[in-house]
C-alpha cells in the first residue's frame, strides 16, 4: 500500500489527525482513539456542523446493488447494534430499525425491482416481496397504485448529529483531542512526507492526516496539494408539521435507486418519505449538482412534493412547516474514497460518501482502522482506493515545498 504510514498492530504511539468533524471524522475518531491512536480532530465550525446536520439518517441496504458499496453498506449495519451499544452507556442515540419498503408504481419499475431484488438477495440481504393486503397492512396510508413493492428489515434510522456527537463523546473519554474553529489551512511537509497541517490556531503535528471535510474535502486535498475530485451534490428536504403516526417504514420509489445512481448534473428527483420521531415527517428526495449553491429552489420542491403526493395522496391536507438541504459529497463513480494517498506519504483520506455517509460511516472508520494497524479487514478496501480516475484530479504527485 504506496504511501501508507508504517503498519503496526495497534495504534499505541500512533498521533492522527482528522480533518473534519462530521459524521465520518466522528466515527473515525472513536474508532481510533478505541485502537490507541493519539486522535486530535480540527473542525472549522462546530461539531456536525456541515452535511451531517443537514441530511437525513438512513442506514439503508435497500438502496445499493451488489458490490463494494453494499458490502460496506452490510458491515457498517452489523456494526452499528455494536457501537450503540457500546454508546449506550453514555448518550442515547435516537436509532429506529424500522425497515424499508421500496414499491414501484409502473409495471417497467415494477420487472426492475424484481430483479434488483433479486441480485441483493444473492448477495445475502433480506428482502422480501410484498403482496397487495400485506403492503396495505404495513402501510395503510400509501397509494393503492403500486405494481410492485420489496420490504427491507434491515434498513433502520439514526439521528445523525446525535450520534456524531456521541462517537465523538466516545472518542474524547479514550483521549481524543477536539479542536472547534479550527480551519486546516495548509500541509507541513518534510522529506516529501506530510507530518500535519497548518491550521488557524497553529501548527499541528501528526504521523497520519485524515481528509474527511465531506464536500469540502476537494478543497482539503487541494490545499494540502494532493487534489481529489469531491463534489458538491445538492439535496432538499421538506419537513411537515407534526403527525399522528402515518407513516411506519421509510418508504421510497423504486426510480430513487435511479436518481443516486445518475451522473446528470440537472434536477433528480424521487419519492422518499418517513417519519420521525417527533411527529413530523420528511419528505426527499432531490439531487442537483450547482457547486455550493445553497439556495432552496421552488422546482426541487416542487418535484419533491407532488411524488410524496402521489405515494401518500394523504399528504395534500397536510402543512409543510420548513425545508432545508445540504451538499452530499459526491464522485463521478459513485463510491466513496477510503485509504492512503499514493501522491502523498502520511495523507489518508476519508470521503466521497455522497447520500450514505451516516449509514456507512463506521464501516468506513473500521476499514481505516484495518488498513492501519494491518488487521485483515471484513470488506476490501481496494475498490475505495484514491488512485481511481475518477477521483485523481491530478495524475502526476503535486509536491510541496518544505514548509517546516
Ligand atoms: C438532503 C440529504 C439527505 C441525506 N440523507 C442521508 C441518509 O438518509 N443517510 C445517509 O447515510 N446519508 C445521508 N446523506 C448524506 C450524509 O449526510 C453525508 O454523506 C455525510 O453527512 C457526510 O459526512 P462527512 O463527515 O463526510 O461530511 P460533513 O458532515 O460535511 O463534515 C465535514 C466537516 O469538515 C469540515 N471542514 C471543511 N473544511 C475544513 C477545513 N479546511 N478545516 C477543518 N474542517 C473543515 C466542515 O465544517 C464539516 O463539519 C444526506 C445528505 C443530504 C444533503
Redesign the pocket.
Known amino acids: 500500500m504506496t504511501g501508507a504510514a508504517p503498519r503496526a498492530t495497534s495504534l499505541r504511539g500512533t498521533d492522527v489527525l482528522i ?8 466515527a473515525l475518531a472513536d474508532r481510533l482513539a478505541l485502537d490507541g491512536a493519539s486522535v486530535r480532530v ?19 441496504v435497500s438502496d445499493k446493488g451488489p458490490g463494494p458499496e453494499l458490502a460496506l453498506a452490510q458491515l457498517s449495519r452489523r456494526l452499528w447494534l455494536a457501537v450503540l451499544e457500546r454508546l449506550s452507556s453514555g448518550a442515547t442515540v435516537e436509532w429506529e430499525p424500522k425497515g424499508g419498503i421500496v414499491v414501484a408504481t409502473t409495471d417497467a419499475g415494477a420487472t426492475a425491482l424484481t430483479a434488483f431484488a433479486d441480485g441483493q438477495r444473492g448477495a445475502g440481504v433480506r428482502c422480501e416481496h410484498l403482496d397487495a393486503d400485506q403492503l396495505a397492512a404495513a402501510e395503510p396510508a400509501l397509494t393503492r397504485d403500486v405494481c410492485a413493492a420489496v420490504y427491507y428489515p434491515e434498513d433502520a ?1 439514526v439521528q ?1 448529529a446525535g450520534a ?1 456527537t456521541a462517537l465523538l463523546e466516545s472518542a474524547i473519554a479514550a483521549g481524543a483531542v477536539v479542536e472547534t474553529s ?4 495548509g500541509p507541513l511537509i518534510r522529506g516529501g512526507r506530510l507530518i500535519g497541517v497548518q ?1 488557524t490556531r497553529g501548527q499541528r503535528h501528526a504521523d497520519v492526516v485524515i481528509n ?6 476537494g ?2 486535498s487541494d ?1 494540502l496539494g494532493a487534489p481529489i475530485a469531491i463534489k458538491p451534490r ?4 421538506l419537513i411537515t408539521a407534526p403527525m399522528p403516526p402515518t407513516v411506519f417504514h421509510k418508504v421510497y420509489d423504486a426510480d430513487y435507486v435511479g436518481a443516486v445512481g445518475s451522473s446528470d448534473a440537472a434536477l433528480q428527483s424521487s419519492a422518499v418519505v418517513e417519519s420521525t420521531r417527533g411527529g413530523p415527517l420528511l419528505l ?3 439531487r442537483r449538482q450547482c457547486g455550493f449553491d445553497d439556495r432552496i429552489r421552488p422546482d426541487s420542491l416542487a418535484a419533491i412534493a407532488r411524488k410524496a403526493l402521489r405515494l401518500y395522496p394523504i399528504l395534500a391536507d397536510v402543512a409543510i412547516m420548513r425545508a432545508y ?5 459526491y464522485v463521478d463513480d459513485h463510491l466513496p474514497v477510503i485509504g492512503p494517498d499514493p501522491r502523498l506519504p502520511g495523507l489518508w483520506h ?2 466521497g ?9 463506521v464501516g468506513t472508520a473500521q476499514l481505516i482502522s484495518s488498513a492501519l494497524t494491518g488487521h485483515p479487514a471484513e470488506v476490501d478496501i481496494a475498490p475505495f482506493a484514491v488512485d481511481r480516475p475518477a477521483v485523481l484530479t491530478s495524475p502526476e504527485p503535486t509536491p510541496q515545498k518544505a514548509s517546516q
Open positions: 480533518i473534519g468533524g462530521g459524521m465520518i471524522g466522528c480540527c473542525e472549522r465550525g462546530g461539531v456536525a456542523s456541515g452535511t451531517t446536520a443537514h441530511g437525513e439518517g438512513n442506514v439503508l434510522q445523525p456524531a479550527c480551519a486546516v489551512t491550521t474527511a471535510a465531506g464536500p469540502w474535502s478543497a482539503v490545499l445538492r439535496g432538499d428536504v426527499g428526495s432531490s438541504g445540504g451538499f452530499r459529497p476519508a470521503t460518501h455522497e447520500g450514505a455517509g451516516i449509514g456507512l460511516s
